[in-house]
């Protein structure tokens, strides 16, 4: 295996060092010498995009919003699934990892950022969401805290009953919040329920064309009026 390469590096506002590394032409971001995603294995958050906006291939003027950039996979996949006259608004924390996807040296998620229909937002997917009210179609968001410094140690209310009802004040009718999750999260479902949300849970497999093995899970939250 080759040695990897450690391309920008950054200290994040809690004090965790984050890092973009390329490895035998695959690029991933290290969070204090973890991998935290990469461009090898990266299914299930292109999923995240993909059946989050399953059900807006058609409506008119739908606005999405995705909490992180991460490497643009979720951001590609929304892409593709929307049409034209739709909006997608993606909250990323740390303004550098905007930078590193934008750079031409990286074959990241340049063309997803420079699509007329991206707006990318430098600050917390939680603020973004308590400041609005019945604006989006969907809202897609990575409900794993354990591993990542992109989302803040606060961002843990959005999975609270104030949180979720929050996100449903932000909901458009027909609306839905999709969290994406390592593992099964009973609980975060509970919750959904709880907050008056038809809940659907689909696993998918964490690598493209694998067989079995482990599967991440996605928690959709459809509206079910106020």
Known sequence: MKKATILQQLTTPDGCVQALVERDGQFMIWVNGRELMSTRHAFSEEQLGTVGCAQLRSR?????????????????????ALPQDAQVIVAELIGEVVEWNRNPAYP???DALADHRTEIVVGDVA???KRSENRFDAILLDADNQTTAMNTAGNSSLYQPSGLKA????????GSVVFWSAGEDPHLEQRLNAANLDVEVHRVPKYRGARGGGKHVLLIGRYRGR
Do not use: M, Q
């Open 167 to 174: 996100i449903k004040r932000a909901l458009r009718g027909n």
């Open 108 to 110: 990241l998620a340049r």
């Open 60 to 80: 008119k003027d739908a606005c999405v919003l995705i909490g992180g950039l991460g490497l643009g996979f979720t951001l590609r996949a929304a892409l593709s």
């Open 127 to 129: 603020h973004t969401i």
